[in-house]
Nanobody, 127 residues
Framework: QVQLVESGGGLVQAGGSLRLSCAAS????????MAWFRRAPGKGREFVSAINWSGSMTHYADSVKGRFTISRDNAKNTVYLQMNSLNSEDTAIYSC????????????????????WGHGTQVTVSS
């Protein structure tokens, strides 16, 4: 059983940056793919970014490509999401998830394939 705890959310002005962290415990973090999803008010869950177990494969939603960077530190059992150039459309609850190995970057987008989820951290971008 994997437990995931997100941190780093908060209130930031448009154009600003935040770094989210997701600490994992209780499972095989170093062999899991990790992903970030978000849910904006009144909307469904949206894929943001994912990274494979070694960090050699990453994938981003078009809406965040070039602004967000996902990374992981297997020694610390932690995955990060660096978010730059934030805008109001990035306002959402961000949740991290752990899943199996994927054969392709595109396969990482499917939320149904992730086994474990954190409770999320709120990111609010003021304009």
């Amino acid at each position: 059983q994997v437990q995931l705890v997100e941190s780093g959310g908060g209130l930031v002005q448009a154009g600003g940056s935040l770094r989210l962290s997701c600490a994992a415990s209780g499972g095989t973090f170093s062999t899991s793919s990790m992903a970030w999803f978000r849910r904006a008010p009144g909307k469904g869950r949206e894929f943001v970014s994912a990274i494979n177990w070694s960090g050699s494969m990453t994938h981003y939603a078009d809406s965040v490509k070039g602004r967000f960077t996902i990374s992981r530190d297997n020694a610390k059992n932690t995955v990060y999401l660096q978010m730059n150039s934030l805008n109001s459309e990035d306002t959402a609850i961000y949740s991290c998830s752990a899943g199996p190995q994927f054969a392709s970057p595109q396969a990482m987008r499917a939320s149904t394939l992730y086994n474990y989820w954190g409770h999320g951290t709120q990111v609010t971008v003021s304009s």
